[in-house]
């Protein structure tokens, strides 16, 4: 059986799966970095009156069938009640479906 998911990093780097887990943030990280997701702005640089916002890692095991580890997970989520449109984001995108995700729904149809 697997064990369940950290609920943050210092779980995640108190687990034997350790290096798995940097792995996977690195991973993360990187593909942010790549698709220029954020801006790395000082404290001092921020406009007046704004906030940070909040965000935290989601870590996520993805399990085959018999739940053997595939691949270790992580995201890095902002708490986006506290966004504002123009001023912490322009766009949105949505998640979309892998082809093998889509076979599998049709599978179980």
Same mark, same amino acid.
Request: without cysteine; aromatic residues 8%.
């Given at each position: 059986?697997? =064990? /369940? $998911?950290?609920? @943050? *990093? ?12 940097m ?7 990187n =593909? /942010? $970095?790549?698709? @220029? *997701?954020?801006e ?11 906030k940070?916002l909040?965000?935290?890692?989601v870590?996520k ?10 691949k270790y ?5 902002a ?7 123009g001023?912490n ?21």
């Amino acid at each position: 059986s697997v =064990a /369940m $998911e950290p609920q @943050n *990093v210092k779980e995640a780097l108190a687990t034997q799966e350790s290096e798995e887990w940097m792995n996977a943030i690195d991973e993360e990280l990187n =593909a /942010m $970095e790549a698709n @220029n *997701v954020f801006e790395v702005v000082e404290r001092k640089d921020l406009p007046a009156g704004t906030k940070l916002l909040k965000s935290r890692l989601v870590f996520k095991k993805k399990l085959d069938e018999n739940g053997n580890v595939l691949k270790y997970k992580a995201r890095w989520v902002a708490k986006g009640f506290s966004q504002v449109k123009g001023v912490n984001y322009n766009e949105t995108f949505a998640p979309t479906a892998t082809i093998t995700a889509i076979r599998d729904m049709f599978a179980m149809a």
